[in-house]
């Protein structure tokens, strides 16, 4: 059977920048051996297959793999999905609009559109759970996965911890923005982690805290690093609202990545805090276009 797809760059207004995704757009019969199959194929770091509701008022089931795993929940496929079914204009035999809802593993999962001169250019997602903070890792340990000294992991703000809003990562201050250029990822280092910590986001405020730099180092699925990490940043936004000593305020950040990788990203957060509780975690980005074919599959 010949199945649709197209391909697109996220979190990036340049093709051939950001994090690139595959979306099959007829995945219909596609059981999830064929599915990983396909995304062993594209090596990306995420392949979106698009299946029917099972709720008729959402707009579809969306179902994200990496080359080695199937993830319930992930930020530049969702991004990146509901930007290609946009530029469709129909799913399901549905015109799109400018709101979406994917159901996931990990909960239903909103998406907003953004266009410019009624043209759609990229979406928002909000996370589909929230907030969730794991145990710590030793500094030591995460300095040992990336080839740095251990002075380079700052534990002032908070210690390497786990974090999730939908898909769980350890993420990890470092010191600046060269500790960030000098990472070299060292596979022993990454393999003595807790299987939680195994999807590794460190990041770096500089001068200005509105402005973050990251990189994302994802081992386990078969991605040594990822350009755009919509659901690692979406944990880490959260993560830095929660930390705050504000208790009623968006906190919005601006975080670059894939620059170290010649794959410049940029992400936007906006996570909404009340009453000192997280309320909404959401992040988007720009989208363009790449590719479009048929799969013998």
Known sequence: MKRRYVTTDVFTRTRFGGNPLAVVLDADELDGPGMQAIAREFNYSETTFVLPPADPAHTAHVRIFTPAEELPFAGHPNVGTAYALARIGRVFDKPTGDTMVFEEQAGLVPVRLRFEADEPVGAQLTAPQPLRIGASVPASRVAACLGLAEADILTGRHAPLVASVGTTFLVAE???????????????GFAAL?????KLLVYSADADPARL??????TPAGVVEDPATGSANAALAALLAQLSAENDTTLHLRITQGEDMGRPSLLLTEVDKAAGVIAAVRIGGHCVPVMEGLIDA
């Open 213 to 218: 730099d990251a990189r994302m180092f994802f």
């Open 194 to 198: 807790p299987a939680e910590g195994r």
């Open 174 to 188: 470092l010191r600046d923005r060269a500790a960030l250029r000098r990472i070299r990822p060292d596979a022993a």
